[in-house]
DNA sequence: CTGAAAGCGCTTACAG
DNA sequence: CTGAAAGCGCTTACAG
């Protein structure tokens, strides 16, 4: 392996100023310079990174928990990427697979220095622990808003936005509005459930029949197979709300296969506008979240916290967006 | 910042037997061990694994070079995750959104000892480059198949599998059969595009302008645009081979806007079989990669590249399969 | 502008 | 079974 003490004695001079030379920041002579250069190129030096790591105790890497690559996390992490990458960041992945003790093992490695910061996507510790990792490291909670808690984060409001989809059923005359929900453990999956059932509550049309609570892993089936539960019910819902578009679809389908019409017989809401959503038919009337900006955002608040520059604002929602397509009237 | 120099003076012993006991390799008395972990404990300790990373030139982390999240590569990277986490090594996931350059600086992170291992999901740097890199470092070729290239490597078998899709609408009695290929800069692109000539040339069905180049980014979109033009032709098409699930997805969505029917008036084959394939409404006809197996077979590889065992294949050809829905007679 | 030297936090061969 | 010591490859405050 070649060193910098290589590149140092092949251009005759200290391994500070081959260091001087590489890190950009420091004058150094001109002719220096480019024997260093030469010395470097002659040999094709490449700096080993875990010097300069251990070193400056930076690595210059930031790591992205997500509980599954779906569309929707991929359209985030994109967001994150770029501006990451503008800032000469690497994006470590790590899976949770929805497994709570997997995110606790991600977390871990802010202590043992592996990453200098760390964006969750969504959730699942419970919030003394995450409040107390995000007073000591930098830490980002994006797509999930957790209530009381301070850890610096950016979604949308996923209350109100289901409310919103909920209240469009309700003014489009439908009575009898079941929700599918997301995974439970899951913040977001929560907020839409709780903006569902303040809506049906305040024209009360609150039944719980109506609700079924999503937990497979496969979103497409799972929408399906719970929409056909609702289908089975004795008093059938007239329009579903789905707290994801992967489910909504799968409904979609189930309506479908009971020889029943969409929008007409039942009418259908999905959530996230994946890119799926317009590209299916019926397209998904859906709310859309802006994926790529809370991506994008979540990482300049990242930066902000791991260069200890203040942030403005700790918490942001952005604006999300009702997209009606053709699955309701 | 608590070191493992603080750990040894509350516990009472020297740093090396810290390291043994956290280590978990070495020799050391009951009782010690249990003073160390207790140390630990009380301390709330995480070895600052940038030291351990100099001292080891180990990162315990693999590199995966992606061009594109997609659906397709999701499935492959969750093989590679999976078996990447038995072993006790991390993912690093590096997206070149089919930028070559990006590609190349991926690489160099090889030299810089930032990652131990390397998997490519495609490939576009030139064949010495790759071969050479491939020399000194453990690097591993998935999805795409180079031939000549003595990379390790795991895929389908391409070529063969175009030829395959395209024979088969040949035997359903088509006779004008499209291709719409894909990214030209990728390998694979290029074998599918090699098995659907050989597949028309040899019934002598070749016609230049049944081949549409896809470039775009929103694989839907362009596959949608790309049919149009295919249908605008004066002798259109009787059937299309998409070279990915997207973009057949697409060209159905085009044949329906020109009121014809898939498959009665044009037949559509797509290829990967990602999630979405069996969800779409015509469910498509498509070739089936294993993507999991690919992307588990291809860490299982790269970790024998790693602990210098031999390969018994450096060249892994899997298994795909036509799976036959409704947009095929 | 440059060099000698210390040190980042670990691990491990060596010696006992 | 355990400790003292060297050293991994860098960077940087200090001195000149």
Redesign the interface.
Known sequence: MITIKDVAKLAGVSTATVSRVLRENYSVKKETTIKVLEAVKALNY??????R??RT?E?K?VFVVIPD???FF?NV??GI?VVAKENGY??????TQFIQEREYEYL?LL????TDGMILLTSQTNKDQINELADQYPVVLACDYWEGSKVPMVSIDNISSARKATEYLIRQGHKRIAHITGRLNIINSRDRLTGYKQAVEEYQLYDPLLIQIGEGD?S?ESGFQLAQKLLALELPPDAIFAANDEMA??AV?AI?KNSLKVPDDIAVIGFNDI??AS???PALTTISQPMYKIGETSMKMLLKLMNQEPLLKRQLLLEDKLVVRETTK
Chains 1, 2 share one sequence.
């Open positions: 490449e700096p080993n990174i875990l010097g790591y251990l105790n690595t890497t690559i779906s569309d991929s992490l994109r990427e690497q994006v470590l992945l790590g899976n871990k202590q043992q220095n592996k496969f497409y679809i799968g389908k479908k890119h799926i590209v299916f038919e």
